[in-house]
């Protein structure tokens, strides 16, 4: 998914979507514990080198409205 960075203003991100509203994740995302399912309107989504790069992990859920597109592969 094409997700807006909300941390700098024009910037999109490349991101995996690993959680949607209701679901409950197995590791811990910035402002909500292991266990609780995310919101209504919130997903989780990750990166692949979590190592390098920024992910939900670390700045939490994204709202729908910041998920701007996917990434098709030909």
């Keep these: 998914k094409l997700v807006d960075n909300a941390a700098k203003q024009g910037e999109t991100l490349v991101k995996g979507l690993g959680g949607l509203p209701g679901?409950?994740?197995a590791v811990a995302l910035k402002g909500l514990p292991v266990g609780q399912?995310?919101?209504p309107g919130q997903y989780a989504v990750f990166s692949e080198r979590p190592?390098?790069?920024h992910d939900?992990?670390?700045f939490g859920p994204v709202?729908?409205?910041r998920i701007v597109g996917k990434v098709v592969k030909p």
């Design 23 to 25: 679901d409950t994740l």
């Design 37 to 39: 399912p995310l919101p």
């Design 51 to 53: 190592q390098s790069t």
């Design 56 to 58: 939900s992990r670390t």
């Design 63 to 65: 709202a729908r409205w």
